[in-house]
């Protein structure tokens, strides 16, 4: 097949062929002397043109990617895994003028404060995309932040994030943000044990005292947001909940949580006690977390919650008792958890065993509904029995962490010790497993329209830990690293690798492109990103103004290529201001800044939006304000001066 692939990429080569040089690899050869010279093989020529997106063609997939620690999410378009943007969420921004004293800042320091602490970053696992039917829609990503314990909403028509809920129960979260097939609900499981709540109790408590809890935060897709007033939450056992996955499709209305901690190891202490890494490994099984939310619905409905924080919860007793909670075995430290497509099944992952364990939903929902158990746990929530759980388990490897599917019934694990994404096919467990290499340590996985109820199969991306030699060292902090492996053909190949030096990825979902319907522009002009509607103090053509009002002052200011009006604001010091920022603008790319020296002020003027930013001027002296996107030609122009008059002049 590459001959004539030769042949044509070395006709348009020679065509028009910059002046080759020694390092270039004599493009007047062609294509094969630039093999020779780069010492590339045939399969790179094929992963290239595979990947190779030319100017102005646009990909086919694009990937939202957890931004691990950086609190943000990377956005990729596949194939040519170019990084499209970073959507800033939990911590502040510049370029995107979030939390410089525009309205972004309401969401993230307000809406997104803990306990009364502003909170400036998280630590992000788990993107997950809006769906309806069980499909990717298009509408919205949410994202949970371990860190501080709070789940964000971001809106895909411009990118930005709407909305932090803060959870009133639990200190660190893991399982989230999973969405029910509908999006009704965004479900964010705790992961580290702590009293509900935030209330204080020695470790000498942890049985007693110490929970989980799974909250289910109700979305309301007509306003876009979650509604924290009709959201509740199931205690859980202090067992350190990990994944989570919702049911589809055959496993609608039920949700799973892995655990890792049933011997409810709370570290040394400074006791002599060993430590949650071995602490928390004695038993051979843990429980996977059974839980039927809407039969729990029916409890909240009734009224059988208490509540905590101002939030609803279903006791641990009644959950049990109701078994709106039900546990089975899972070996050995189970990490990922992840329901097949047509959400008859379970793939959980045991870090510390070398199987892929299949859990059967049909068999599951049987024996809970005849009442049939092997035990209860101290808590009293029943155990089903294993074998009686599960269609089997598949050996994969050492460390089995995540699953994601594709449109032929295969499976592709993630095997982290061994640094393998495992194909293995999780209908036929017979069948032969195929392992192929990845650089290195493989965390999560993700698959084309993975987690939807009909994946698309072609791409894959193994979502590394550590990079090692791949790229040119950078210092100690290594960036981390995706590959993009096809997965179209008979064997898989690994046909791209993006370094990514902006926190640690976690998991990520690849969305079909066209299902996108983004904006270009805010409409009408003077649109608040933050309601969708064009706000009271937007202003038109002729209406700009300067209003004083005792030691308020209130600027209505206009942003039109290339000029602020008014361009100069004249204030007392310690004058409280008000910016209302109108961009006039509706062509697409015509994007404004707005920024005050020496204020630490500094917003993003898309096209049409409305800005606002509050502020005391408590600092006398000139400072210049000015646009900081290189608009028109006039650029530098585009700027004017803030006042602040010295107090008593
Ligand atoms: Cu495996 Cu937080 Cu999903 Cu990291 S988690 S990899
Ligand atoms: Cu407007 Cu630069």
Redesign the pocket.
Known sequence: MLPSLLLTLSACQTADAPTPTASAGGADEGLAGIMTARGLTEDDVLAAAKTYTPTGKLDEYVIFASGGHGGNIIVIGVPSMRILKYISVFGPEPWQGYGYGGLGDDVLYNQGSQGGKEMTWGDV??PNLSETGGEYDGNYLFLND?ANARVAVIDLRDFMTKQIVANPLVMSD?GGAFVTQNTDYVIETSQYAAPLGGAYSGLDNYEAEYRGAAIFWKFDKQKGRIDQAQSWAIELPPYAQD?ADAGKLASDGWVYINSWNTEMSAGSEGKGKPFAESGASQNDMDYMHIIDWKKAETLVAAGKTKTINGIRVISLADAAAEHVLTFVGEPKSP??CDVTPDGTAVVVGGKLDTHATVYDVAKMKDLIANGQFVGKDKFGVDILDFQASIRGQREVGLGP??TVYDDKGYAYTSVFLDSTVVKWNWKNLEEPIEALGVQYNI??ITAAEGDTISPDGKYVVA?N?MSQDRYVNVGPLLPQSFQLIDISGPTMKVIYDLPLPLGEP??AQMMKADKLHTITAYTPAGTNPYTDEKSTAAVASGEERIERNGKQVDVYMSVIRSHFTPDMIEVNQGDTVTLHLTSMEQALDQTHGFAIDMYNVNVSMEPGKYEEITFVADRAGVFPFYCTEFCSALHLEMMGYFLVKPQGS
């Open positions: 696992h788990h371990k893991h994944l990490h990922g962490l995540h965390g999560h979502m830990k976690h998991y």
